[in-house]
């Protein structure tokens, strides 16, 4: 068993569950965009897709659950899912609750979105971009 101190608990569904609610996050705002602007077919899509939008973390939490006896989340990463999967909802709540609380949905789901391109971004290796003598970078072929 191979334990590293500090290594994520499946990286790769943690980056991937944090793109898929990224992504969510600003198709959201487009579907938003689309209801708020006069065309309320829009507010379904927004109303589906918001509710599914827990299953990422839900997915990303239970997987390091899982995994907690072989290869342990450190605390702030496993608070860190806690804390969206609770961020999520609160998002889910007060959207279903109406424009009453739009100052509570519309800063929290940019909060979530923040959080979760950090979790998507922070658990992939990029590879690193090295200066040639000509002032170009090198690493990334085109």
């Known amino acids: ?22 992504a969510g996050v600003v198709v959201q705002g487009l579907f938003a965009g689309g209801f708020l602007g006069g065309d309320h077919g829009w507010f379904a899509w927004h109303e589906v897709l918001g509710t599914a939008l827990v299953l990422p973390p839900l997915v990303s939490l239970v997987a390091a659950l899982v995994l907690l006896r072989r290869q342990p ?21 007060t959207g279903h ?3 009453g609380l739009l100052a509570v949905h519309i800063p929290a789901a940019v909060a979530v979105a923040g959080i979760a391109v950090r979790q998507a971004a922070g658990f992939v290796r990029i590879p690193a971009l090295k200066r040639n003598g000509s002032g170009r970078a090198e690493g990334w072929h085109a």
């Open 1 to 22: 068993m191979n334990r590293t101190k500090g290594a994520v608990a499946a990286p790769r569904v943690t980056a991937m569950t944090g793109l898929v609610l990224a």
């Open 73 to 93: 989340d450190p605390p702030s990463v496993l608070a860190t899912r806690v804390f969206l999967l609770v961020l999520v909802v609160v998002v889910i709540v």
């Open 97 to 99: 609750a109406g424009r």
